[in-house]
């Protein structure tokens, strides 16, 4: 019962994805539905299930209050550039104000986790995925509720790369939340949700008006490259090397050929989309830096000559 409900709640994900050519009541009819079969699926579950499923839907409710209440809220009153924003940019201010919050807490539960679970830790397949699914659940809650942002505001912030990528990460976290399978993989990958806040701060300063050469966004930018190194990069030989030491193991052959595909397959296509990122990140931080280096030694010179 678990396993239709997760898939579902899929299918329903997948049908927001094809919502930007919908009226807006048909997508609302949608979330409905959604809230119809997370009903039967709580009463249909065991207690654990209905509190993961609970803590995603709770995720759900959450950043839509986020998105529609406290960040327009707050950013007016911290950022005086906001209220000057055309409408398609407030919405896009609040939908990455929302993927900071996510990406913030997220990462940082993934971060203790990874350090202190010691059952996912010494079991990455098969270990007790009990903390893992609460992490999961609440990402889990929060594409479902940026996928539904997406399409109900496709003018403004629509993009079919976002959707196919919630929709794939959706796909994994149900052999995950579903079958229990793979939870240090999953939570590792989550990692990577550290680079996110960057590269949001990065699309603040350039909506508000910020030079490039600005002290806070070449600061921002180099912290951006370092971090997105660090959680996407650097972490490479760290995953793959742990993911070889289960290939081909008893737990490894337990795994359904639809897990084993979702997990190898998704985790090297990721990692090339990364490489090419960082390549991308790095050259345009480099000539940041450079232009920076060189207007400062030309401003030095002139103040000799002067």
């Known amino acids: ?18 919502a930007a050519v919908l009226a807006h009541a048909a997508v609302l009819a949608h979330v409905a539905v959604l809230a119809h079969v997370v009903f039967t699926c709580l009463v249909a579950m065991d207690a654990f299930s209905q509190l993961i499923l ?29 209220l000057k924003l055309s409408h398609k940019q407030q919405v896009e ?9 996510h990406a913030i807490l997220v990462g940082l539960f993934c971060l203790y986790i990874l350090f202190f679970d010691e ?63 793979l939870p ?40 951006m490259a370092a971090v997105f190194f660090m959680v996407r990069i650097a972490v490479m030989p760290v995953y793959y090397s742990r993911m070889y030491t289960v290939y081909g193991t008893e737990a490894f052959y337990r795994v359904s050929f639809g897990g084993r595909s979702a997990w190898i397959f998704s985790s090297i296509c990721l990692d090339i989309m990364n490489i090419m990122w960082m390549h991308k990140i790095a050259c345009g931080c480099y000539k940041v830096l450079r232009s920076s280096l060189h207007a400062k030694s030309k401003s030095q010179e002139n103040g000799k000559t002067n």
């Open 184 to 223: 240090y993989f999953a939570n590792f990958r989550l990692l990577a949700e550290f680079s996110t806040p960057c590269v949001n701060q990065r699309w603040f300063f350039e909506v508000l008006g910020y030079p490039k050469s600005s002290r806070l966004n070449i600061a921002n930018g180099v912290l």
């Open 93 to 101: 201010w609040n939908s990455r104000t929302v993927s900071t919050f």
């Open 119 to 181: 059952a996912t830790n010494q079991d990455p397949v098969w270990g007790d995925p009990t903390l893992v699914k609460i992490n999961v659940g609440i990402t889990t809650g929060y594409l479902i509720s940026d996928l539904l942002l997406i399409c109900y505001y496709w003018r403004a912030i629509g993009d079919k790369f976002f959707v196919v990528h919630h929709l794939a990460a959706l796909y994994a976290y149900y052999f995950v939340l579903g079958q229990g399978m």
């Open 54 to 82: 609970l803590i995603a839907t709770v995720s759900f409710f959450t950043f839509q209050w986020l998105f529609h209440s406290l960040s327009p809220w707050l950013s007016c009153r911290i950022s005086a550039g906001f």
């Open 1 to 18: 019962m678990q396993n239709a409900c997760c898939n579902v709640l899929l299918a329903h994900a997948a049908v927001l994805a094809h």
